[in-house]
């Protein structure tokens, strides 16, 4: 199992960036996938899931009407659209393949595989 974050860099803000998350070595739409992220001096961060199908998603209260994650699971792929940017955004961020088909909260016990995270800072 493989997964590969891209779309991080330098973003406004008030701005938006898109995160994607390229999943290899699994059945696309048979498990959640999370997004976390950490920023420096600070524990890692829940931001983020959506199980399997794609159905059903939650968010920290932090993002909650900022964020917006999404799957095509034809491309084996998760987005994090992250609209209306704000500095504490920044952060580096993962993606992270559940055990299982539901989003079962942000805990490490929750967590099957970890991507090697892509930097997004927000800055004017």
């Known amino acids: 199992v493989q997964l590969v974050e891209s779309g991080g860099g330098l973003g406004q803000p008030g701005g938006s960036l898109r995160l994607s998350c390229a999943a290899s070595?699994?059945?696309?739409?048979?498990?959640?996938i999370y997004w976390f992220r950490q920023a420096p001096g600070k524990e890692r961060e829940g931001v983020s899931c959506i199980q399997g199908s794609g159905g059903t998603t939650n968010y920290a209260s932090s993002v909650k009407g900022r964020f917006t994650i999404s799957r095509d699971n034809a491309k084996n792929t998760v987005y994090l659209q992250m609209n209306s940017l704000k500095p504490e955004d920044t952060a580096v961020y993962y993606c992270?393949?559940?055990?299982?088909?539901?989003?079962?909260?942000?805990?490490?016990?929750?967590?099957?595989?970890w991507g090697q995270g892509t930097q997004v800072t927000v800055s004017s």
């Open positions: 992270a393949q559940g055990r299982n088909y539901h989003c079962n909260g942000y805990d490490a016990g929750s967590i099957d595989t």
């Open positions: 070595g699994f059945t696309p739409g048979y498990y959640a």
